[in-house]
């Protein structure tokens, strides 16, 4: 048998790497884009053989990862030591986050509600109409540092039941008794929802007609100002702790910079619904997409959920 010149075993390798569908899948769109994410970082699967995953949230104190199966009504859950399981039977749950508390937030769309899961294991309705009508199918869900949780309520849940809101709209609701606040009437299919890193602007993705996202400062009174709209549809939305926003789209998840550049796109083997952070640092960028659940490490530490609150003002002490 003919010995093989060394130059050859090189170049088989070399299309071994190339060929390999866990790596090479990141593109950076600008050269800022390095300070993300590396070009050869590898994305694993996880797990796959699900209905349709989205909603993806890290618990810290049980280095848990929970997240939807919106068909299968089913909460999964990811560990390290257990890999992909089933957490609990669910109403159609699709997005999730933390309260201040640490306590599961999610949207159903089984019952067109957001509800809160008590420690106790039992769920408390926080909110199922508006104006003493239905919602339609709460859809993505996030908590701001002064508590408040905002939800987008498009019709993707609905599945020939009755609409009675007469619009799709982006919602705040006070957890101590207060109203549920419509912030937002100008979306044709309002979908994910996120904050910046200092609270004080919001995130919301279009996925209807206008397939776009909006940035938003928001001012002491709660109403929302546009700062820019990125052209392209997405799902799920997150930010990390330098303000860059990863929204999970067609073509992969695209990361822009807080000022709307596009960095970078994390390129999958299934099209991306929703993002979440974790691991030990927040480095940890956990993917849901169709069936599947997939990570890939990043650079830079995802925002907290839940958000720091701020610290009460101190109280001054007459004669100090």
Request: hydrophobic share 40%; aromatic share 6%; proline share 7%.
């Amino acid at each position: 048998m003919p010995t093989m010149p060394p130059v050859l075993p090189f170049l088989a390798a070399l299309a071994l790497v190339a060929a390999d569908p866990a790596r090479a899948q990141v593109v950076h769109d600008d050269p800022a884009g390095a300070a993300v994410i590396a070009l050869d970082a590898a994305i694993e699967q996880l797990g796959t053989g699900m209905k349709f995953v989205e909603g993806p949230v890290w618990v810290a104190a049980e280095q848990r990862l929970v997240f939807s199966d919106i068909p299968a009504k089913k909460l999964m859950q990811w560990t390290a030591k257990d890999g992909v399981a089933e957490f609990r039977a669910v109403e159609e749950t699709n997005g999730n986050t933390l309260d201040a508390q640490h306590r599961l937030v999610s949207c159903q769309h089984g019952t067109r509600a957001v509800v809160r899961n008590e420690k106790d294991g039992t769920l408390t309705v926080l909110a199922s109409t508006h104006d003493g009508k239905k919602l339609n199918s709460p859809n993505d869900i996030a908590v701001r540092r002064d508590g408040t949780i905002w939800f987008t309520d498009p019709t993707y849940g609905l599945r020939g039941r009755e609409r009675e809101q007469d619009g799709n709209f982006v919602y705040r609701l006070d957890v101590d008794g207060g109203p549920l606040t419509v912030v937002s009437r100008e979306f044709h299919m309002p979908n994910g929802i996120c904050f910046a890193p200092d609270h004080d602007r919001v995130y919301i993705a279009d996925s209807g007609d206008k397939q776009r996202v909006g940035a938003f400062a928001i001012g002491s009174d709660g109403t929302l100002t546009n700062v820019f709209w990125l052209e392209g549809g997405a799902d799920g939305i997150r930010c990390d702790s330098a303000g860059n926003l990863f929204t999970t789209a067609r073509d992969g998840v695209r990361v822009y910079s807080a000022a709307g550049k596009r960095l970078c796109t994390i390129k999958l083997p299934e099209v991306p619904a929703n993002c979440a952070f974790g691991g030990d640092d927040r480095t940890t960028l956990f993917i849901t997409a169709r069936t599947s659940l997939y990570r890939v490490q990043v650079l830079v530490p995802g925002a907290p959920i839940p958000a720091p609150m701020p610290a009460a003002p101190s109280k001054s002490v007459p004669g100090k």
